[in-house]
């Protein structure tokens, strides 16, 4: 076949942000391919189009106008979503995967209880002809629905499998490298999913983000939220990240509108779901998946999503039970039964698409076949929160066997806003607030040391003894002062005290190392010093589980001199 003259036209016609993700994970099909060019459009009419076309606009991909788009003759058309004035588009059409299937019906658009990838109201044309000339769908179930609603659709549909999932299930040897980026470290990081509209997880319970972050203990869970593009359009970046603003003070990962989502389900340990497909995908890996809402009129009966949120044990919306609950889940959920239902011929959708999609452009396929891209590393970790409420219990008879003699405290960190009990607050000098700063015992902070000096300027510093020195003068209800000189150093001081210095030992594992946040150990020993101990008794940190052994000793003159 002789290659055309000039490059033939692919045009990705984009009607949101959701819908330009999912074809934007077919674009693979094409790379290398100097005989096609792709050009993105904004089909316009839907409420959700602010920043439909973001993912592209940034990397420079070229973007018509409705009009230009309407103007001329397009050798392919791709998209993802069939409303719209798509027959006004003039070339080939094929209709991608939306989403999980059909699990979802919104009443007050096209026909009652019926999901618009289902509906004649926009799957036909005025003359009741197939919009599309190919309907790709995951699964043979849906192309069987679809032929029940839609005869005439039915007829162009083609089981392509998942383009998007196929990202996923790319990716698990990402794990590792997704959950350093987060900062997860032994920590369970549970996701939690909101689709959009009345039914979602935000819009029925807007405080949960928050409330879970004051009944999971900072050091034991990770949270992460996931959030539909749809949302992101009608609130705003910035809208939703205020109205967020408490739980992403306590540690809370706020997923980007594209690709992040994916790879938080990689990392993930367990989701927390309203009746959005992110859960399928995430059962699709056999992650735990617990329901916080049921969808209501939106979940159709009998889908896939339906019959996961039946299985899927209940939390409590006031988060009370979410320790136990999350706790009770194992890691292999037996989830990805319900996924099955959902996604047919995994890893499988661009080898299958590809030549459907080059017939359509009269071309021979590319000789190497197409791979789903790996899922992007998330971008750097969430800042640590610059205050805890420290609950703080001390025993003197520890049940580890080799320190039967010592002190072990063990220490949970939740946001200096809960409304549950707490031994003292912790507070980070120079990122908390004042009012936090003022009403600490335990006042630390954070250093990597002074920069070397720079002849053509002007430099002073602090030792870390004056700081913790003067920090304590300063703050009249604080206790213990303490610099963290590394992860695994600090220098302490406690009110009317001498200067010790911190060694924290790492926890060794099951072929791995542990290494806990410095601030978390200076809670145990505030609470260490607090008590009648001389400083020589053998003190162990406990950690959400994890022994920590903590030495004091007379601090070092390398550490009083430390600068800051």
Same mark, same amino acid.
């Given at each position: ?31 290398? *391919? ?36 309407? /103007? ?96 996923? +299930? ?48 900072? =050091?034991? &869970? ?16 910035? =809208? ?14 706020? /997923? ?49 999503? /339906? ?8 939390? =409590? ?40 999609? &080059?017939? +359509? ?38 049940? +580890?066997? *080799? ?15 809960? =409304?549950?009990? &707490? ?142």
């Amino acid at each position: 076949m002789t290659p055309p003259d000039t490059p033939l036209g692919v045009l990705f016609a984009v009607r949101s942000a959701a819908a330009l993700h999912r074809l934007l994970d077919l674009l693979p099909v094409f790379d290398g *391919d100097s005989r096609v060019r792709c050009r993105f459009t904004l089909v316009p009419g839907s409420a959700f189009d602010v920043d439909a076309l973001a993912a592209v606009a940034s990397s420079g991909a070229r973007c018509l106008s409705w009009p230009e788009a309407l /103007a001329c003759h397009h050798d392919l058309i791709l998209t993802a979503s069939p409303k719209g004035e798509l027959a006004a588009l003039r070339g080939p059409k094929v209709l991608l995967p939306h989403g999980a299937g059909f699990n979802k019906a919104l009443s007050e658009e096209g026909s009652p209880h019926l999901p618009s990838g289902l509906d004649p109201a926009f799957l036909l044309t005025a003359d009741e002809r197939p919009v599309a000339d190919l309907h790709a769908l995951a699964h043979p179930d849906q192309v069987a629905r679809l032929t029940e609603q839609c005869p005439q659709a039915g007829s162009t549909a083609l089981v392509a499998g998942d383009p998007t999932l196929d990202r996923i +299930l790319s990716s698990p040897d990402r794990r590792e490298a997704f959950r350093a980026a987060l900062g997860t470290g032994p920590r369970r990081l549970v996701v939690l999913s909101s689709t959009w509209g009345p039914e979602s997880l935000l819009a029925r319970h807007p405080d949960l983000p928050a409330l879970l972050a004051t009944r999971l203990p900072y =050091d034991a &869970y990770q949270l992460a939220l996931v959030v539909h593009p749809n949302e992101y359009s009608r609130t705003g970046s910035f =809208d939703l990240a205020r109205q967020l603003r408490p739980a992403l003070d306590a540690g809370l990962v706020l /997923a980007g509108p594209y690709e992040e989502w994916a790879a938080l389900l990689v990392a993930g340990d367990a989701v927390v779901t309203d009746h959005g497909s992110t859960a399928l995908y995430a059962a699709a890996l056999d992650r735990p998946v617990v329901a916080v809402c049921d969808g209501g009129a939106e979940l159709v009966a009998g889908s896939p999503m /339906a019959r996961l949120l039946a299985a899927a044990p209940r939390l =409590d919306p006031s988060g009370d039970d979410a320790a136990a609950v999350l706790a009770a889940q194992p890691a292999a959920a037996g989830t990805r039964r319900f996924a099955e239902a959902a996604f047919a011929l995994p890893g499988e959708a661009l080898t299958t698409l590809g030549p459907e999609l &080059y017939k +359509l452009l009269g071309l021979l396929p590319p000789p190497r076949p197409a791979h789903p891209r790996p899922l992007a590393v998330p971008p750097a970790a969430p800042r640590t929160p610059a205050a805890f409420a420290v609950q703080a219990t001390r025993s003197d008879l520890s049940d +580890l066997s *080799d320190r039967a003699d010592g002190v072990v405290i063990d220490v949970d960190r939740l946001p200096p806003w809960t =409304d549950l009990p &707490y031994h003292h607050l912790a507070a980070e000098y120079g990122r908390a607030g004042i009012r936090e700063t003022q009403s600490a015992a335990l006042l630390y902070r954070r250093t990597t040391g002074a920069p070397p000096p720079d002849a053509a300027r002007h430099h002073e510093y602090r030792t870390a003894a004056d700081w913790t020195a003067e920090a304590l003068a300063d703050h009249p209800g604080c206790r213990t002062a303490a610099v963290v000189l590394s992860p695994t150093r600090c220098l302490v001081r406690r009110r009317n005290g001498e200067p010790l210095t911190l060694r924290i030992d790492p926890h060794r594992t099951a072929g791995r190392v542990r290494y806990t946040d410095p601030a978390a150990a200076l809670s145990a020993v505030h609470t260490f010093l607090g008590g009648q101990h001389p400083p020589t008794t053998p003190l162990t940190c406990r950690i959400n589980g994890t022994p920590y052994r903590l030495r004091l000793t007379p601090a070092t003159t390398a550490d009083l001199q430390h600068l800051l």
